[in-house]
């Protein structure tokens, strides 16, 4: 079993939907979360970052942790063809750092 | 606010010619400095970090170097590509030895012939 499994996608929507990023995770250790988007031939940006279980709302994005499940989301609302990208989850704790291996979302206008 | 600056953005090489790619932060002091390799449908793979000036762990046994001969500069080397080494090459920078954030600068593509 992989350390972060991340639905590899790709996904593509209508302009306006709500998009549910998933990753689960293995290491109960992991207590920092994040979410970066990557356009093509870019580095990965910081989307999102959160602490242990519950959710954080930044404008349209919403990221989601269950520690006890070992999973986490990301929920993109009213989603825009200028979100069309590479989404990575990952986690962190105890000097150890995990990635997905990303999710390709593709918003149709 | 802090910056990461990484070059070249791309780079074509011959089998057996060296490497340096550059990197440098901006706005921060003493950053936890980190090389990635990404390929295709496979995630991120940490190939060097550093925690401090001279100071460099290597994760993955390859033919590559990295080094910090600065606060906020690192570098990847090597002295002789291979094919196998081309790929999309990102340097990070955190605050913490924790891993608790990550900010990546803009990527450098080297393809090898």
Known sequence: QKEVEQDPGPLSVPEGAIVSLNCTYSNSAFQY???YRQYSRKGPELLMYTYSSG???DGRFTAQVDKSSKYISLFIRDSQPSDS???LCAMSGWGDMRFGAGTRLTVKP | SQTIHQWPATLVQPVG???SLECTVEGTSNPNLYWYRQAAGRGLQL???SVGIGQISSEVPQNLSASRPQDRQ???SSKKLLLSDSGFYLCAWSPSAGYGEL???EGSRLTVL
Request: hydrophobic content about 55%; aromatic content about 38%.
């Open chain 1, 33 to 35: 979360f994040m979410w």
């Open chain 1, 55 to 57: 959710n954080k709302e």
């Open chain 2, 47 to 49: 190939l060097f970090y």
């Open chain 2, 74 to 76: 690192f570098i990847l």
């Open chain 2, 103 to 105: 900010f990546f600068g």
């Open chain 1, 85 to 87: 990208a590479t989404y």
């Open chain 2, 17 to 19: 010619s060296p490497l």
